[in-house]
């Protein structure tokens, strides 16, 4: 047996639904890495023989290897910060007058129009780096601060460039409709026609997206709009996905199961029509409590309803400088399982098979199983439900990705 690597003295959780048992664990296993993918996986028992002299072993020394996480919601690349912001809250200022004073998401997208791609290359780089250092190894980048045509390339350029300069594999959404730019306040719909006459092909001309999302919200946009930019971009081969029932029930998730999303965000106001639609269809809940935990919500998720409708619950960290700046998907498992009450397994899972559903890679990525990318962590824990436990000392030993180990940064 060839193999380029082979691991040994480990547990694995596989997170594999076809492996029976909780996070389809696999107790005192193997891992064979060929070409990039996994070649084997298996009890260490039944390792087939292969060149121990030819062939890398590595000892994980009783430790558990999961799959590599997958951060499938974030709007990483961004200039600024709404500290600020923050601040006056606490002191008791609205968000309404916070937006009337210059501030809110149009502070941001102000901060994005003026920084160059360098800037915000280096910024996304930093971000990068942090979740690279928790595991992470597929991240989703939005845009949606930019509201112009040649700020949203710049924005989904950068994301590009980090994809190719980085170990992290990065997943691109063209959220052009994020908000209503202070130019067109007064005429959405124009600005929709701008996102999708305009906004849509140029995206598209540059292949800077691999998907389309819309904020779906009484603040944002309406179903009517909304659907205009999901269809077109269905109609151009892009996935499609939507922000919705966020914070109100406009049946935006609905509209998105119809047409087929791989995932409605957010959803803390959606009800049972709505968790069936979304169930039919095979879309996946983004769940974000990362936002529920900074804006001090209190209206829950349906997850007793999700579970009931078997629908994939994803856990991202939506990281943004204004409802959610935590850079930290490990931190999102505590806080899925804190707040939300999601079993450990179950928030595993968000960031790992069922994300990797909601960015439509669940056939390459999301679990060690043979045939699949060789993407995985070896963890210096006794148990999966340490990762969602505790949190602030980093327990990731090793990565690999796509068969190599890689160095994480300081």
């Known amino acids: 047996m060839s193999w380029d690597q082979v691991w040994i003295d480990v547990n694995v959780a596989t997170m594999d639904t076809n492996i029976q048992g909780t996070y389809g ?14 070649a084997w996986v298996g009890p260490r028992s039944e390792l087939p023989e292969f060149d121990v002299l030819a062939t890398p072993v590595y000892r994980g020394k009783g430790g558990w290897i999961t799959p590599g996480l997958i951060d499938a919601h974030t709007h990483l690349v961004f200039a600024g910060n709404r500290a600020n912001e923050f601040e006056q809250r606490l002191q008791g200022a609205t968000y309404a007058e916070i937006a009337r004073a210059g501030g809110g998401i149009i502070s941001t997208v102000n901060a994005c129009r003026d920084a160059d791609e360098a800037e915000l290359f280096e910024l996304g780089r930093q971000r990068l780096n942090a979740l690279a250092r928790e595991g992470v190894t597929t991240v989703e980048i939005k845009s949606g601060y930019g509201l112009n045509t040649e700020t949203e390339l710049k924005l989904l350029r950068v994301a590009r460039e980090l ?10 959404t063209f959220l052009g409709a994020h908000a209503i730019p202070p130019e067109y306040k007064d005429n959405a719909d124009a600005y929709i026609d ?4 305009d906004m849509l092909p140029a995206v598209i001309a540059e292949n800077l997206a691999d998907a389309v999302d819309v904020f779906c919200e009484n603040i944002a946009f309406n ?4 659907e205009r930019v999901l269809t077109a971009a269905k109609q151009a081969g892009l996935q499609i996905k939507l922000h919705a029932e966020q914070l109100t029930n406009m049946g935006g998730s609905a509209l998105a199961a119809k047409l087929g999303a791989k995932s409605v965000d957010h959803i803390e106001f959606l009800d049972e029509a709505g968790v ?3 169930s039919e269809s095979g879309t996946c809940a983004t769940l974000l409590p990362g936002a529920f935990y900074f804006l001090r919500e209190t209206q829950l998720p349906p997850i007793d309803l999700l579970r009931q409708y078997k629908v994939p619950m994803v856990i991202a960290s939506d990281f943004n400088p204004g409802s959610s700046p935590i850079c930290s998907t490990l931190l999102m498992l505590n806080m899925a399982c ?3 009450r999601l079993t450990p397994e179950e928030a ?4 790992t098979i069922n994300a990797a559903k909601a960015l439509g890679i669940d056939n390459n990525v999301g679990s060690i199983t043979v045939g699949k990318q060789a993407d995985f962590c070896l963890w210096d824990i006794t148990t999966p439900a340490q990762l969602a436990y505790a949190y602030g000392v980093n327990l990731c030993k090793t990565v690999v990705k796509n068969g190599q180990v890689v160095a994480l940064p300081n």
């Open 25 to 38: 664990v696999i107790p005192q296993a193997a891992i064979a890495v060929k070409d990039g993918k996994i």
């Open 163 to 172: 994809g190719e300069h980085h170990h992290i594999d990065v997943s691109t």
């Open 194 to 197: 701008l996102v999708i006459n």
């Open 223 to 226: 179903l009517e709009q909304t």
């Open 276 to 278: 069936k639609a979304i």
């Open 338 to 340: 804190t707040l939300f």
């Open 348 to 351: 595993l899972q968000g960031v």
